[in-house]
Structures are given as structure tokens and as C-alpha cells.
């Protein structure tokens, strides 16, 4: 089992931007996923394990980006004009098994952190 840990979190004017970071970046595609209150937990952003493969949700295509430095073994997601919609717990995952894919699917990902809070203000 391995425990994957987000940092980065916080409190931002709408317009404003935070980093992400999530550690350990495995050797396999990892995500980010988030959960508003009330609704279910929503795929963000993913990348491949080369860093050359990357996906998103529509909502933030053009405002997030992310990627991965294997040698310090982290993944970044930098999130620029936020939104009040973007406010949610945001969660890091790393898949185990490798099939060519950056999958959406929560449930083909098996690590997850605890989740950051990540709180854009109107």
C-alpha cells in the first residue's frame, strides 16, 4: 500500500492561483480528482507516467496545468484563474497497473492522499 500525500491547499481569491504537489509520483499514471460538498467526486486532471500524456476535465482545460518531475518524485497541478466552482477537496491518486491509458475513472486508481482543501473566494 502506498499513501499519497497532497500539499498546497488553501484560501484564494477568484482570479488567483495555487500549487498543488502530490508525492510519491509512482511509477504509473496519476490523477487528481476533487469533491465539492454535496456532490460526487469528479475527475480534474491526470498524466502519464513519462509526463508526456496528460488529460482533463473541460471546466478547467486552459486554467490547470499538470505534470510531473520523476526525479523528485512529485506531481504538480498548477491551477490558475480559479473559480468559486473550483472549491473542493482535491485529491491525488496513482493507478497500479499499466494498460496504455490515462483513465477518468476513479475506480481505476488504487492509492489515494487524504485530499487538500482548496477554497477559491467570489
Known amino acids: 500500500q502506498v499513501h499519497m500525500v497532497e500539499s498546497g491547499g488553501g484560501l484564494v481569491q477568484a482570479g488567483g492561483s495555487l500549487g498543488l504537489s502530490c508525492a510519491p509520483a509512482?511509477?504509473?499514471?496519476i490523477a487528481w480528482f476533487r469533491q465539492a460538498p454535496g456532490k460526487e467526486r469528479e475527475f480534474v486532471a491526470a498524466?502519464?507516467?513519462?509526463?508526456?500524456?496528460?488529460t482533463y476535465t473541460d471546466s478547467v482545460k486552459g486554467r490547470f496545468t499538470i505534470s510531473r518531475d520523476n526525479t523528485n518524485n512529485t506531481v504538480h497541478l498548477q491551477m490558475d484563474s480559479l473559480e468559486p466552482e473550483d472549491t473542493a477537496v482535491y485529491y491525488c491518486?496513482?493507478?497500479?497497473?499499466?494498460?496504455?491509458?490515462?483513465?477518468?475513472?476513479?475506480?481505476?486508481?488504487?492509492?489515494w492522499g487524504q485530499g487538500t482543501q482548496v477554497t477559491v473566494s467570489s
Open positions: 498524466v502519464s507516467w513519462s509526463g508526456k500524456v496528460t
Open positions: 509512482t511509477k504509473y499514471t
Open positions: 491518486s496513482s493507478r497500479t497497473v499499466f494498460d496504455g491509458s490515462v483513465s477518468r475513472n476513479p475506480l481505476d486508481y488504487d492509492y
